[in-house]
């Protein structure tokens, strides 16, 4: 059994085998009820874990708390994980989250990927996964509680650098617009999470445009909903 805090919570939610330090901040009531029955991010886990191998590179670009690389890097012991994520108030939980599974192949980046080297200014939120680069919603999910500058990385160097075989892709939207931008070469495997809510038909007909121009191609056994598989040569 997990020690116990003082004030009689548990030091760590359990999901699929991995270790998720209790932070009330990070883990609401919603997410320790999904970890605990193993429905954390269920569809693209499932993509995950069915199609990453272990030689794989793997770029994941919104780490959110750190769920997926953990995952990839302690249940499926691939090579290396280079996890962007933007939110700076998030990092510190994903390396406690890293830290706690005792990984050591996974590379944390606070930054974003873009055309040209930069920062911008992102609004941390009370909710982190209300977080943003716009600060539109007022005092709704706990209001802003900081603003950060947070570098941009070219995309097209980073790439370069890593040279990923996998891609997994979780950023609320801006999927459309960063992915036409990527040489995805060197991937044999996307998985993302596609936010139609957010730009509509235009915008995933964008992304399948990316994805089929690179020479990867739907797949279908691995995609449910909204997170959709793209694979080459298959």
């Known amino acids: 059994m997990d020690a116990q805090a003082a004030d009689d919570k548990p030091k760590f939610i359990r999901s699929r085998g991995l270790k998720f330090p209790y932070d009330t901040r990070v883990i609401d009531r919603k997410r320790?009820?999904?970890?605990?029955?193993?429905?954390?991010?269920?569809?693209?886990?499932?993509?995950?874990?069915?199609?990453?191998?272990?030689e794989d590179t793997v770029i994941e670009l919104g780490a959110g708390l750190g769920y997926m690389s953990t995952l990839m890097a302690k249940a499926l012991k691939v090579n290396h994980v280079h996890a962007f994520e933007a939110n700076p108030a998030i990092i510190p939980y994903i390396r406690s989250v890293h830290a706690a599974n005792k990984v050591s192949n996974v590379t944390v980046h606070n930054a974003l990927l873009g055309e040209t080297e930069g920062e911008v200014t992102f609004y941390v939120r009370g909710d982190f996964v209300a977080s943003s680069m716009e600060d539109n919603l007022g005092d709704k999910h706990g209001g802003v509680i900081a603003r950060e500058q947070v570098p941009v990385r070219p995309v097209s160097q980073v790439f370069e650098e890593i040279a990923p075989t996998a891609l997994v892709c979780d950023i609320e939207g801006a999927e459309q617009a960063l992915l036409p931008k990527v040489d995805l070469s060197s991937l044999r495997l996307v998985?993302?999470?596609?936010?139609?809510?957010?730009?509509?038909?235009?915008?995933?007909?964008?992304?399948?445009?990316?994805?089929?121009?690179?020479?990867?191609?739907?797949?279908?056994?691995?995609?449910?909903?909204?997170?959709?598989?793209?694979?080459?040569?298959?």
């Open 191 to 234: 998985i993302v999470e596609l936010h139609p809510q957010i730009f509509g038909q235009a915008g995933t007909e964008t992304v399948f445009r990316a994805m089929s121009g690179a020479g990867l191609t739907y797949f279908p056994r691995a995609s449910q909903g909204k997170v959709v598989t793209f694979k080459r040569g298959w």
């Open 32 to 54: 320790r009820r999904l970890l605990h029955s193993d429905a954390y991010e269920l569809k693209e886990s499932e993509a995950v874990l069915s199609q990453i191998r272990p």
